[in-house]
DNA sequence: AAACCGAGTTTCACTGTATGAAACTCCTTC
DNA sequence: GAAGGAGTTTCATACAGTGAAACTCGGTTT
């Protein structure tokens, strides 16, 4: 590995002080922070705003994040790819649990699937990109419905629940007490309630209020898909979705799913 | 002024290689761009990869802008401050031309004034932050409405174009011509056709293709604003609209004006 | 009004770090 | 298998980045 550049990482670091909460930070501030002598952390001030990657308000004498990060949000935002950003990680999964695994997101009463990495197994379930399913019966879809106010499901709810297979539910009742279940424990279940003889995990990513974003999942023939052996795939879901918080982050979760989601994805 | 960190200037003028056109770059695109040895840019990018302001791509090995920024732009827009990130530009201009000016976004077929300073003069225009006014007989209006399709203006006009004084427009045919003549000279002029013995010139601010953000305007007595006085006036306020472009940029104008838009903006 | 304080800014001598030429390693292509 | 091209590592050197300290400029306290 490159010996990093310190005084680039020293920078980088400052950057990184500007928070949602702490959106404006004076220099004391700033050099408390990243524990380094006002006059260099003045310097690098100085540099990243003649740069436009900070402003200072000439009243207060506080930095901010400057205008120059919108502008190359947007890039970053364009060039990301829809189909394909989150592959590494669904084939990561995949590898670690053997099995068929699909991202999707909540468009209305239905999830797509805007990812999949189908198992390298004999027996597996196959599932492609784009599909649409119904969230009512799906284990991604419950992981969205779980974590969404109890008027949105109903609303969601109120748009139809066709009958697929013997244990499709049909109760509201009885789907309800499965979603504060869900909630509670955090990952989702479907027993054959789409298709007969197909089982599926899935575990939502939510931001800081708890929203749901994307649902992880992954799915199997029944005969596999014991409830002991869902519950174990649970951790490696799990893990591969602070995985994806962590390196691209909330924010631009949002972003990527209100792109998905705006440009009537579909394959 | 302080002496700018030459490695870290380097750095960000690596950011700055990123445009619309160009989102991937390879290490020896950036290294021929900024003119640096490959040993020093490749530092460089480790240093950013690092801390997620750049990514990879596993397969063609190209740097694209990373998920860091969009986490960052959204800190930046959050904290820009609806109310006055335009003062010191409406400032300026008042200064530079001694009238009552101001700065609108369009909404539907009314300009919302975001930004207001006012004359230093005996005889000024009184004129507040969040008045909303009809977009087809005010300078600010006008100046929207001359880069819009002849659609939009159309059903904006359908909206309804109540008679406010004698050189009110009232012919859409008329409008339509004056709308033509306001695209090719870039400025839209209103004598007295909102309210009588108040003239105002505006200039607005165009994206690439043409699509207006904002509109810059100064008002006045009718008697102050005569037609060459308004023409001569022009030139102040453009390069006023070039300042806000440069420092702002686009991107984060656009992003602005609809945070302001669905902000339901009204002070 | 003098003394004090805290925040930001500038100076300057020192040294450790960023630098870039060159060498090296994989690739692909001829 | 030689040639070329892209990325990566090495290393000696110079000078760029550093940080202690001095300075400036408001505001506040004595």
Redesign the interface.
Known sequence: ?????R???R???I??C???EE??LSLTQISDLVNLPKSTT???L???E????LNRD?LTGKY????????????????IDIQNWAL?FLEKLSADCGETVDLAVLDQNQVIYIGVVESKQRVKIAASVGQRLPAFCTASGKAFLAFLSDSQVTSILNKGMPVYTPTTPRLKEKLFTDLRMTRERGYAISEQEYETDINAVAVPILDRSMRPILAMSAVGPAYRFSNERMVALVGSIRSVNEAIVN??????LK?IVSKIVNSGFSI
Chains 1, 2 share one sequence.
């Open positions: 590995m490159t010996t990093p550049i005084s680039l990482d920078a980088l670091d950057l990184c500007f928070t949602q959106h404006s003045y310097r690098m100085s540099s990243l003649g740069k436009r990657f000439n901010h994040l400057g205008y120059q990060f919108i502008d190359m949000a947007n890039i970053a935002l364009q060039d590494p390196e691209i982050g909330i924010p631009a972003a």
